[in-house]
Nanobody, 128 residues
Framework: QLQLVESGGGLVQPGGSLQLSCAAS????????VGWFRQAPGKEREGAGC????????FYEDSVKGRVTISRDNANNTFYLEMNNLKPEDTAVYYC?????????????????????WGKGTLVTVSS
């Protein structure tokens, strides 16, 4: 069973940037599509994007496109979310997730979920 643990959350000033990490254990990450989601207070969970485990085919949601990069380091079983030009509305709990092989579940769920393995989340607060 794949297990995921996020790190890197905290307080960030508006206009700043962040990098979140997701460490995977249990199985080699190279076989999994990896994704990032967030849930702001009082709002539904939304996806940031997904990267396939097969061909690195990448999907980014329009809400964050241009500000977000998802990358992976299969050798260290870790993947990352980098986000820049942060805004107060980016304040949320950020979750990493994975599913076997491709981003099929992510795409089918229209970026609302659909993945099989989840971390517990890390809080990002954007405030001055």
């Amino acid at each position: 069973q794949l297990q995921l643990v996020e790190s890197g959350g905290g307080l960030v000033q508006p206009g700043g940037s962040l990098q979140l990490s997701c460490a995977a254990s249990g199985w080699p990450l190279q076989y999994y599509a990896v994704g990032w989601f967030r849930q702001a207070p009082g709002k539904e969970r939304e996806g940031a994007g997904c990267v396939s485990g097969v061909d690195d085919n990448t999907f980014y949601e329009d809400s964050v496109k241009g500000r977000v990069t998802i990358s992976r380091d299969n050798a260290n079983n870790t993947f990352y979310l980098e986000m820049n030009n942060l805004k107060p509305e980016d304040t949320a709990v950020y979750y990493c997730a994975a599913e076997f092989y491709r981003c099929s579940g992510y795409v089918s769920a229209a970026g609302r979920g659909g993945m099989d393995y989840w971390g517990k989340g890390t809080l990002v607060t954007v405030s001055s």
